[in-house]
Nanobody, 118 residues
Framework: QVQLVESGGGLVQAGGSLRLSCAAS????????MGWHRQAPGKQRELVAS???????NYGDSVKGRFTMSRDNGKNTVYLQMNSPIPEDTAVYYC????????????WGQGTQVTVSS
């Protein structure tokens, strides 16, 4: 059974920092693509960052240069370091896994709320 459990969300001031964690079980993060998505009220869910099996990382245009995604294979966990957040980053953040050979995001976490105050 695959489980993705996010943590680390909360209230942060604009210009501060926050680190989200996603602990995976039942699926090795080193062998599958992992992603961070977010959904703000009234908006569609968008991909924030993703890491491939090989470790290649891609970011959405709105977070490039501010957010950093990383992976700890030993802890089977992925992270999203949010630096210099802005109020527009306020959303529920979801972790996801794309089980090899890929094609779609198969598994999702329950989400963690991030609120950025101005």
């Amino acid at each position: 059974q695959v489980q993705l459990v996010e943590s680390g969300g909360g209230l942060v001031q604009a210009g501060g920092s926050l680190r989200l964690s996603c602990a995976a079980s039942g699926i090795p993060v080193s062998l599958n693509a992992m992603g961070w998505h977010r959904q703000a009220p009234g908006k569609q869910r968008e991909l924030v960052a993703s890491i491939s099996r090989s470790g290649s990382i891609n970011y959405g245009d709105s977070v490039k240069g501010r957010f950093t995604m990383s992976r700890d294979n030993g802890k089977n966990t992925v992270y999203l370091q949010m630096n210099s957040p802005i109020p527009e980053d306020t959303a529920v953040y979801y972790c996801s896994a794309m089980q090899f050979p890929g094609g779609r995001w198969n598994y999702w976490g329950q989400g963690t709320q991030v609120t950025v105050s101005s």
